[in-house]
């Protein structure tokens, strides 16, 4: 009985061919780098066979770990999804739901769809991590990602996160004062504006339609940021006029402190969508967020219809 292979061994095992990471598999399975090392050169100690090529940089599967690992892993996603079912016999449901979002979005749906499903489901933990880069969900331990359409792989199944959001020109009373009011978006030529860099390196070029055609200006100043609750900050300062979420910045747009712009040129909203794994199996967790949101998204769930997104940073 002591050389039978353990469940938590393959998991472990299955945990590190996910990621080809130690100490993302580390995090998962919430024990120690060591303790992964230990059980694998244990696993593969006992069983006489190498399933991973380790170095000091990279981590890869052998012939015989990628043979293993495709063995195990429909036992594994069906001893979870046994486990997990159990859930439909408690009055609540219970697990882990972690969720990979941009920053923006975050502050925006919070108050409206994210602390309400913690209220409707207390005994399920929601686990929310912000970023603006592009992120592999699977890759990166998450069940599920928030981002707009045309950032979402093909592979995954997408459902609308939240109404449209629309994008707003806002500048201070100040600066408009200052530099006058532009009449067309390519009047932002040379105007103070607040840039934005994505997480690649690249500059956005701000988003227009005009007569019903798309048009992109290349705008500039001396001020580059990568929120937007800061641009709206700095844009209340007078520091240069920001394309940010109209959502966000409502606030400040209703009390005068800041003056939205060129609304007649605003580009077409655009919705955030959920999106997850087409696999067949999803933790009763995310399969109860997935529902909530949906109802949302049906009106069936009242959500605030106003909020505060909170002081600028």
Not at 192 to 197: G, L, N, S, T
Not at 215 to 234: F, K
Request: glycine content about 6%; aromatic content about 8%; hydrophobic content about 40%.
């Amino acid at each position: 009985m002591k050389n039978r292979t353990t469940l938590q061994e393959l998991e472990i095992f299955a945990a590190i061919a996910r990621h080809l990471n130690f100490r993302k598999a580390a995090e998962e399975r919430n024990v120690t780098p060591s303790t992964l090392s230990h059980t694998m050169n244990h696993l593969e100690q006992r069983i006489g066979v190498r399933l991973l090529n380790r170095t000091t940089r990279s981590v890869s599967l052998t012939e015989a770990g990628r043979a293993f690992l495709s063995r195990i892993e429909p036992a594994l996603v069906d001893l979870s999804s046994a486990v997990d079912e159990l859930n439909s016999w408690r009055a609540d449901p219970r697990g882990t739901v972690r969720l990979n979002m941009p920053r923006s979005a975050a502050t925006l749906w919070l108050q409206r769809i994210l602390l309400p499903f913690r209220q409707r489901y207390p005994d399920i933990v929601l686990e929310i991590a912000t970023s603006d880069s592009l992120v592999n969900i699977i890759e990166e331990g998450f069940d599920a990602g928030v981002r707009f359409g045309e950032a979402i792989p093909q592979d995954m199944v997408a459902i609308p996160f939240g109404p449209p959001i629309h994008g707003a020109i806002v500048a201070s009373p100040a600066l408009i004062a200052q530099h006058g009011t532009p009449q067309h978006p390519e009047g932002l030529t040379g105007y103070p504006c607040i840039q934005r860099r994505f997480p690649s390196g690249m500059l956005y070029k701000w988003e227009f339609q005009t007569e019903g055609k798309a048009l992109d200006v290349a705008v500039s100043g001396d001020l580059t940021l990568d929120n937007d609750m800061l641009m709206i900050q700095a844009a209340r300062t007078g520091a240069g006029a920001a394309l940010v979420m109209r959502e966000l910045a409502q606030p400040w747009l209703a009390d005068g402190s800041l003056v939205e712009i060129l609304t007649d040129y605003a580009a077409k909203p655009e919705g955030l969508w959920l999106y997850y794994p087409s696999r067949k199996y999803h933790s009763a967790a995310l399969r109860c967020f997935i529902d909530w949101v949906q109802q949302i998204n049906r009106g069936v769930v009242d959500s605030p219809e106003s909020f505060h997104a909170g002081n600028p940073p």
